[in-house]
């Protein structure tokens, strides 16, 4: 499998599938990410000493990690989440062929 040490995935979830499309033309339209999945999810967490649920949108950005910490910051400027989730995740491996076209559809912070 070829090696993708400088491609990530940056995660974020919102209930709102709007805000989802919002941060994911966002992403795009800067270069920031190739490509934002959004997928419907359910979450259970802990939030302020009380158990939810919630019927959320996983945001998954496809990206550099040169572009990582300005997909990060996009994320948080457009999120309205007291702490939204971002994570950071390497791919491990992955075909040439889309490797390559993250890397070229991607343009890091500064370069532009």
Do not use: N
């Not at 995935?9 to 795009?28: F, G, K, P």
């Not at 490509?35 to 359910?42: D, F, K, L, T």
């Not at 990060?72 to 390559?100: C, F, K, M, N, R």
């Amino acid at each position: 499998m070829p090696e993708a040490d400088d491609i990530v995935l940056v995660v974020t979830t919102t209930d709102d599938r709007a805000l989802a499309d919002a941060i994911a033309r966002a992403l795009v339209e800067r270069r920031l990410a190739a490509c934002v999945r959004i997928v419907p999810v359910g979450s259970v967490y802990r939030w302020q000493g009380e158990i939810c649920a919630a019927d959320e949108f996983a945001v998954e950005a496809k990206t550099t990690h040169a572009a990582a910490g300005a997909v990060q910051a996009a994320i948080a400027a457009l999120h309205p989440y007291d702490l939204p989730e971002i994570l950071v995740l390497p791919a491990l491996g992955g075909s040439d062929a889309y490797l390559g076209w993250i890397r070229s559809e991607v343009t890091p912070a500064g370069a532009r």
